[in-house]
């Protein structure tokens, strides 16, 4: 869905832009927004990333990321750069309440909202709107954004390239998920031809891990995850303790819920966190089990049809219960 196109007009001239994206971003979130960051201000924009939470360790090298804004920790500049944006670029979510304290900071603003996402059902807040479900991720979008609908010249140089590629790379699971079409695979093509460093980018992102956590993998596979097998799922269920007791961190369980998949036959998997505040759920499928109809209906969540998130307020046995109370609804798809 392309909306607005009228709009893009604003780039002809140097603009101040904000760029958010979602609450605890993503290496797609975080990717997307960095890479649109160095094309804009190449362009002679004043362009922020301003973000409402931290963002994993595992991201923490990426080009760009000091420049990062955190608004929790600096409300009144922050809040400074919305009042004076001509335009918010809304990447990585379609819906504002994604951005969690930011929420009505955006709905406020008095700039144009741009939104670039892939994301299901998308809220109508925006000015203008590029839109794909079917996107391996949005540093996809942003690619196509950049080289195929703006009317602009602005080559991707290494720093662009790095982080679309690092976005493209977590959200297909290193190239592994159904969306992984073969046009992904040429904008990957065109982004290691532009300077992005793959195998650099794969050994930041996924060998960086550290003792505690590689340990804490270990300690979940053997005490946290129960299988069902009339249900073809298995559940990790993740305490508060067993998340102090390894120092676990934002980011720290990213990626946890794919060795429940991983088991021969399993088609649901599910993680459910206790993260103090709230119980934090994280479910993936395979074919048409529909995890993001499972966490709007009983998890305050959404996402794709096989990754979404919910959450919930009850404590983490009543969760997991309600969890597996659920199965026999989808038992068809489950099991045929
Ligand atoms: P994860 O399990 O990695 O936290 O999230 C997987 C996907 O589910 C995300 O890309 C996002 O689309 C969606 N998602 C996660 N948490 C939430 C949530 O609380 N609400 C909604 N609507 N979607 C979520
Ligand atoms: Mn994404």
Redesign the pocket.
């Known amino acids: 869905m392309l909306k607005g196109e009228e709009n893009l007009q604003l780039l002809d001239q140097p603009r101040r832009i904000v760029i958010t994206t979602h609450h605890k971003p ?1 290496g797609d979130a975080l990717g997307s927004s960095l890479g649109l960051y160095h094309w804009l201000k190449k362009q002679g924009h004043t362009v922020s990333v301003i973000l409402s939470s931290d963002f994993p360790t595992f991201l923490d090298w990426m080009p760009g990321r000091e420049d990062v804004i955190f608004y929790p920790k600096h409300p009144d500049a922050g809040q400074t750069l919305f009042d004076q944006a001509e335009i918010i670029f809304c990447l990585d979510y379609s ?1 504002l309440s ?1 951005t969690n304290i930011l929420e009505a900071v955006i709905r406020d603003a008095k700039g144009q909202k741009w939104m670039i996402d892939h ?1 299901l059902d998308p809220e109508d807040f925006a000015d203008f709107v590029y839109w794909d479900s079917n996107a391996a991720a949005t540093a996809q979008l942003v690619y196509t954004f950049l080289t195929e609908v703006l009317p602009h010249e602005e080559p991707i140089d290494a720093d662009i390239a790095t982080c679309l590629y690092a976005g493209i790379m977590t959200d297909t699971g290193s190239f592994r998920f159904r969306s992984t079409t073969s046009a992904v695979h040429h904008i990957i093509a065109s982004l290691i031809d532009a300077g992005a460093r793959n195998w650099e980018i794969h050994e930041h992102i996924y060998n960086s891990s550290t003792e505690k956590r590689l340990k804490f993998l270990g300690y979940c596979l053997l005490n946290c995850l129960e299988v069902i097998p009339d249900y073809n799922t298995a559940v990790f269920a993740v305490s508060k303790e067993d998340l102090t007791q390894f120092d676990i961190t934002t980011g720290d369980t990213e990626g946890l ?1 794919n060795y429940a998949l991983s088991i021969k036959g399993i088609r649901l998997a599910a993680l459910i966190v206790d993260r103090t505040e709230l119980i934090k759920l ?1 479910l993936r499928s395979v074919g048409e089990i529909p995890c993001n109809e499972i ?1 709007r209906k009983y998890f ?5 049809l096989n ?5 919930s307020s009850d404590d983490l046995s009543t969760v997991v219960n309600k969890f597996k109370s659920i199965l026999p609804e989808y038992k068809e798809l489950l099991t045929t």
Not at 300 to 304: A, P, Q, V
Not at 307 to 311: E, F, I, K, P, R
């Open positions: 993503d819906a994604r994301h819920v994280s966490c305050n969540g959404g996402g794709h990754a979404s998130g919910g959450s």
